[in-house]
């Protein structure tokens, strides 16, 4: 049963290793499905350089309001909290970029209604 136990916990650790190597030098996962009131908590932002998280409104296909932004060092963050200024109207994206203009990776954040 231990073997068992080992060989499953084994296999997880390359998974979720496998997983994070082949998203590219930049990336973003999302914490839980959240309600998008005043915060959004990301699990990790990996940045190739020193880069800023935006959170945008997101209705229809389109993107809408700046929400709130957070700045992330090169490398792992962990657990990034995001500030809203005011809730998302339906759902929202968060997007890493290191110059304002150039998206490094977009990624939807779910909305709990």
Same mark, same amino acid.
């Given at each position: 049963?231990?073997?068992?136990?080992?060989?499953?916990?084994?296999?997880? &650790?390359?998974?979720?290793?496998?997983?994070?190597? /082949?998203?590219?030098?930049?990336?973003?996962?999302?914490?839980?499905?959240?309600s998008l009131t005043s915060?959004?908590?990301?699990?990790?932002?990996?940045?190739?350089?020193?880069?800023?998280?935006?959170?945008?409104? /997101? !209705?229809?296909?389109?993107?809408?309001?700046?929400?709130?932004s957070e700045a992330? !060092?090169?490398?792992?963050?962990?657990?990034?909290?995001?500030?809203?200024?005011?809730?998302?109207?339906?759902?929202?994206?968060?997007?890493?970029?290191?110059?304002?203009?150039?998206?490094?990776?977009?990624?939807?954040?779910?909305? &709990?209604?």
């Open positions: 049963m231990t073997n068992s136990i080992k060989t499953l916990v084994a296999a997880a &650790v390359v998974a979720v290793a496998g997983s994070a190597a /082949f998203a590219g030098p930049n990336y973003i996962i999302p914490g839980q499905a959240q915060t959004v908590n990301l699990d990790l932002v990996r940045a190739d350089a020193n880069s800023t998280v935006y959170i945008y409104d /997101f !209705h229809n296909g389109e993107r809408g309001a700046l929400l709130g992330v !060092h090169a490398g792992a963050n962990t657990n990034v909290k995001v500030q809203l200024s005011r809730p998302a109207t339906s759902d929202a994206i968060a997007v890493l970029s290191n110059d304002g203009v150039t998206d490094l990776d977009v990624r939807d954040v779910n909305n &709990v209604q």
